[in-house]
């Protein structure tokens, strides 16, 4: 994700604010797809009639990932000859370099990654937040797990954050974004939807009372109504979506060039900050945290705002301030 700690969220948010014209991108290279660029549209559009809930979840992490060892802390060790580790441990406090770490398996560290809701937190999340600008920060967050994270990042999760909102493009004055891993599913009849398989592990859904849309993170997208289904990119109004290149993106609009730029810090923080969420309410599963961005606390529950808010930086690698 863009930012490791949910006080980074905020420094993020200072510099953008302090730096205007900057130009900045997140890693989200999905968004070339036509049909993740219309899901946008059809959202933004409210053809669908006021959105209920959303839900979002991937398939990550399993044992053929980042999580294939047993998760116990190992013997301390040597680092591999080619690897510099106090740099590599950058802001985190110092510690041995042991098996099961680096290169990949970091994401599975409560110090170091976010498990896999925050490894595909913008590649799920990402289109919610793009079609309802009215979705800044979530008032609280619940996530079930079988046991707290530790030293490690735990699943199956199951993660709800809730929204307050003042808009006509919603059904209620809450909206409930429910984010999972390991691939839990909601149930599809209970969505309206008929018997069978989601057609992918990695898939964003919007409940709205119109209808549903299901955004595969390839750029598959359905929309159903009334149990029947047509392909998102065959809805009629859609703009046309001329070729995107992500990554020269980013080049084009700091030389000038003004092109679709998916996913600048401002938005950025926002899908960033409900994957963070997600994955810091596991070290209190069951216990809903109401959670106040401007205040970055807790308000009902003081140790977690002690513990997983912020984290102490190393001398050399705090975060600078804007000036």
């Known amino acids: 994700p863009l930012v490791h700690q949910l006080e980074e969220l905020v420094m993020i948010d200072n510099a953008m604010k302090a730096r205007p014209s900057l130009v900045t991108q997140v890693g989200n290279q999905r968004m070339v797809y036509d049909g993740r660029r219309a899901a946008v549209e059809i959202l933004r559009s409210g053809v669908l009639g006021k959105a209920i809930k959303a839900y979002a979840w991937t398939g990550s992490p399993n044992r053929s990932h980042y999580f294939n060892f047993d998760r116990v802390l190992s013997e301390p060790m040597d680092a591999p000859a080619h690897l510099d580790w106090d740099l590599w441990m950058g802001p985190c406090q110092p510690e041995p370099y042991r098996e099961h770490l680096a290169p990949l398996a970091w994401r599975s560290w409560w110090n170091y990654g976010t498990g896999g809701l925050g490894d595909w937190g913008v590649h799920v999340l990402d289109v919610i937040f793009f079609g309802y600008d009215e979705l800044t920060s979530p008032v609280s967050v619940i996530t079930h797990a079988p046991s707290a994270a530790n030293e490690f990042h735990t699943y199956p999760c199951q993660s709800t954050m809730t929204y307050r909102v003042d808009s006509d493009k919603f059904a209620n004055n809450f909206f409930p974004l429910h984010y999972y891993d390991r691939g839990q599913t909601p149930s599809r009849a209970s969505l309206g939807l008929p018997v069978g ?127």
Do not use: Q
């Not at 009629?236 to 600048?264: Q, S, Y």
């Not at 409900?274 to 810091?280: C, D, F, G, I, Q």
């Not at 596991?282 to 977690?304: I, Q």
């Open 197 to 323: 398989d989601w057609p992918d592990s990695n898939m964003t859904v919007v409940v709205c009372e119109g209808g549903v849309l299901a955004l595969t993170a390839g750029g598959g997208l359905e929309i159903w109504r009334d149990g029947k289904m047509t392909p998102g990119l065959e809805m009629p109004g859609l703009p046309e979506f001329p070729k995107l290149n992500h990554w020269h993106a980013w080049v084009d609009n700091i030389v000038g060039v003004k092109t679709e730029l998916r996913t600048p810090f401002p938005d950025g923080v926002r899908i960033t900050e409900a994957a963070l969420l997600a994955v810091k309410a596991s070290r209190f599963p069951g216990k809903e945290l109401h959670w106040d961005k401007s205040k970055l606390a807790f308000t009902n529950h003081e140790e977690a705002t002690k513990t997983i808010v912020r984290r102490d930086y190393r001398e050399g690698f705090a975060p600078p301030k804007v000036i």
